[in-house]
């Protein structure tokens, strides 16, 4: 609980941070090399950590640099987020019952995008899985399902695809993250982020700040337990559900799948050289647009950024946090995801939920299957319901190195 003088001095911290010129942070060449991850624990100022004020005044510390080196400045959020029901109707004997809503906000709320709500039996409240879709192909069966459920046409396949969770008593939200800005370079130009000139956000910050608007939506609505929203992603959904529950507390809990570099994968651990398969030079080649500029400087000085993904972790801290992968990932480095891992798991400790992080492999591909979503159901239900499934979350597969696996290289 945050005192109000906890409060006060947060509003000092941030007015400070704020006010913090560019030439504060160094430049990217002047970045010292740190081949260890760098301690999330300690502050700007050389003092460690050791008390829950300090704590909060390094979350503000940790939001500036992320934001500076990797994220860009978002605007401040729009305020008047509405939702208008474009259809509802009952699915599955009238065990789900969807509806297609149009959410708006900002400028004479002329912004916004469509959501699909898919709510079980009975009143509610219920907790809420908000989960970013996609319609590029070839994804997986749930991201196939959840762009049927913005298709007004054929929203029964997707309930039959969310019956694992809805018939759990979860709720469930989703919609086209790329409703939020389109996916390639010219994003700028696209959705919300005219109406926002002069900010040097990325992509992957708009994404994370029109996440956040479908968290205000659901603030507003009687089914969804305000306590218990849960961020779900897969793959580039993963590496947003993690950002935005980074950068908004009222998320509870977080689920990245097969999340990878930039994700639930260590920076310093990944890439050519560094345990194989995709790396930042890959990210900042192939998607250097999700970031701000700045971060494009990383190349080839992985060692030099200032951060890594256990400072992601952290923030997210002590609310619930399970990074979902799998051994065929052809963009997962296993031991990537144990180090983000084990450097945050001290600040879920010091906040008194070492249980709060977790683990999850399963021996498949790209993708989200139907165990992993028991696992995430597993894990929400008992970090947030008190339903003991007697799971633990802390087992790794077996180093490659030490039973003769092969560690591919693809880029995406």
């Known amino acids: 609980m945050v005192t109000a003088r906890h409060a006060l001095v947060l509003i000092f911290v941030m007015a400070a941070l704020v006010c913090r010129a560019s030439s504060v942070f160094r430049d990217v060449q002047d970045l010292p090399i740190q081949t260890n991850l760098?301690?999330?624990?300690?502050?700007?100022?050389?003092?460690?950590?050791?008390?829950?004020?300090?704590?909060?005044?390094?979350?503000?510390e940790i939001k500036a640099v992320l934001e500076y080196y990797e994220l860009g400045h978002p605007p401040p959020p729009p305020g008047n987020v509405k939702g208008n029901v474009i259809r509802a109707q009952e699915l599955l004997n009238g065990t789900v019952r969807y509806r297609l809503v149009h959410i708006s906000f900002g400028p004479h709320h002329k912004l916004g995008f469509d959501v699909?709500?898919?709510?079980?039996?009975?009143?509610?409240?219920?907790?809420?899985?908000?989960?970013?879709?996609?319609?590029?192909?070839g994804d997986d069966l749930t991201n196939h399902a959840a762009t049927a459920a913005n298709n007004p046409s054929n929203p029964d396949r997707a309930a039959l695809g969310f019956t694992n969770i809805l018939y759990r008593g979860y709720a469930l939200v989703t919609y086209r993250h790329t409703?939020?800005?389109?996916?390639?370079?010219?994003?700028?130009?696209?959705?919300?982020?005219?109406?926002?000139?002069?900010?040097?956000?990325?992509?992957?910050m708009g994404w994370a700040w029109g996440f956040s608007r479908v968290v205000?939506?659901?603030?507003?609505?009687?089914?969804?337990?305000?306590?218990?929203?849960?961020?779900?992603?897969?793959?580039?959904?993963?590496?947003?559900?993690?950002?935005?529950?980074?950068?908004?507390?009222?998320?509870?809990?977080?689920?990245p799948g097969g999340s990878g570099c930039m994700g639930?994968?260590?920076?310093?651990?990944?890439?050519?050289?560094?345990?194989?398969?995709?790396?930042?030079?890959?990210?900042?080649h192939l998607h250097y647009f999700w970031y701000t500029p700045r971060f494009t400087e990383f190349s080839n000085r992985v060692y030099q950024v200032p951060f890594d993904a256990h400072w992601v972790a952290a923030l997210i801290a002590p609310r619930p946090y399970l990074a979902v992968d799998a051994t065929q990932d052809i963009f997962c480095v296993p031991n990537a995801v144990k180090q983000t891992y084990l450097a945050a798991k001290p600040v879920y400790a010091f906040l008194d939920n070492p249980s709060g992080i977790g683990v999850h492999f399963e021996?498949?591909?790209?993708?989200?299957?139907?165990?992993?979503?028991?696992?995430?159901?597993?894990?929400?239900?008992?970090?947030?319901?008190?339903?003991?499934?007697?799971?633990?979350?802390?087992q790794f597969p077996p180093d490659p190195s030490s039973t003769n696996g092969v560690v591919a290289s693809h880029e995406k």
């Open 38 to 60: 760098p301690d999330v624990m300690t502050m700007d100022d050389g003092a460690k950590v050791t008390n829950l004020e300090q704590w909060q005044m390094r979350r503000e």
């Open 116 to 137: 699909a709500v898919f709510t079980p039996r009975g009143s509610g409240p219920f907790p809420t899985i908000i989960l970013p879709s996609t319609v590029t192909p």
């Open 179 to 204: 409703e939020c800005g389109v996916d390639n370079r010219t994003y700028r130009t696209t959705s919300f982020f005219p109406a926002y000139p002069g900010y040097d956000w990325g992509e992957m």
């Open 216 to 255: 205000d939506y659901l603030e507003t609505q009687s089914f969804a337990d305000k306590s218990k929203l849960i961020a779900v992603g897969h793959s580039r959904r993963g590496k947003i559900a993690m950002t935005a529950a980074a950068f908004d507390d009222r998320i509870a809990l977080v689920a």
């Open 264 to 284: 639930s994968s260590a920076y310093r651990f990944c890439g050519p050289g560094r345990g194989g398969k995709e790396g930042i030079e890959a990210m900042i």
């Open 363 to 394: 021996n498949h591909p790209h993708e989200l299957s139907s165990s992993d979503w028991t696992a995430i159901l597993d894990f929400a239900d008992q970090q947030l319901r008190g339903i003991d499934h007697h799971r633990t979350f802390d």
